[in-house]
């Protein structure tokens, strides 16, 4: 079995600051990592995903996650939030073989004021 | 096409009533997933369905009840409920077979009254 650690469950950052969203798992078998966002009232969103090759990687709008092994982390980084980054963050995990439903962490909210 | 549509967006239902919310996909994903989520927790597993048959049902009373009458559509019929069912439901779906990313529809707003 898989588990999900997102030891906040909120971070308040001044815009252009930079932000860390935490997250480590746990599970006895190698795993696919995601980080999704979640806008009010919406759906949940794929925000990027680790499945293997290099450890870091990123998106589109300036965030990105490294995965480490070694301390069994996935953390969320921005180096300069917006206001409309302000959104709750969920991290999850999949076994990488066989097939199994995501595990989700019980979320970051990223508040960004002006 | 790489969206999951969810209708109604909201939903208002006495706890006499019976409603259906409808979950379509036209990614040829052949697993698709039912949540609940709750405000300010992150989404429950309700039901799977895998190549359209209920692989996982994670003890939800018996006042929800899935269909999933093709490859491309995921129903969730609602019957009864409690004012504590509600909640944003979330349609998801994943390529059969792999542990890949999942997609979510939008979600429905569901208020029992």
């Known amino acids: 079995a898989q588990s999900v650690t997102q030891l906040d469950s909120q971070v308040p950052v001044f815009e252009e600051a930079p932000v860390e969203l935490r997250c480590n798992y746990s599970s006895s078998v190698s795993v696919y990592l995601f980080w999704y966002v979640q806008y009010p009232n919406q759906g949940l969103q794929l925000l990027l995903k680790?499945?293997?090759?290099?450890?870091l990687v990123e998106s589109i709008n300036g965030f990105e996650a490294e995965f480490n092994k070694s301390q069994t982390s996935f953390h969320l980084r921005k180096p300069s939030v917006h206001i409309s980054d302000t959104a709750e963050y969920f991290c999850?995990?999949?076994?990488?073989?066989?097939?199994?439903?995501?595990?989700f962490g019980k979320g970051t909210m990223l508040l960004v004021s002006p | 096409d790489t969206e999951v549509t969810q209708t109604p967006k909201h939903l208002v239902m006495g706890m006499t009533n019976k409603k259906s919310l409808k979950c379509e996909q036209h990614?040829?994903?052949?697993?698709m997933y039912w949540y609940k989520q709750k405000a300010k927790k992150p989404p429950e597993l309700m039901f799977v369905?895998?190549?359209?048959?209920?692989?996982i049902n994670e003890s939800v009373p018996s006042r929800f009840s899935p269909e999933c009458p093709n490859s491309s559509l995921l129903n969730l019929h609602l019957h009864a409920l409690q004012p504590e069912d509600s909640a944003l439901y979330l349609c998801?779906?994943?390529?059969?077979?792999?542990?890949?990313?999942?997609?979510f529809g939008q979600g429905t707003r569901l208020t029992v009254v």
């Open positions: 999850a995990v999949s076994p990488n073989s066989g097939y199994s439903t995501l595990t």
């Open positions: 369905y895998s190549y359209e048959k209920l692989s």
């Open positions: 990614m040829g994903h052949r697993a």
């Open positions: 998801a779906t994943r390529p059969g077979g792999v542990n890949t990313e999942a997609f």
């Open positions: 680790y499945l293997s090759g290099s450890t």
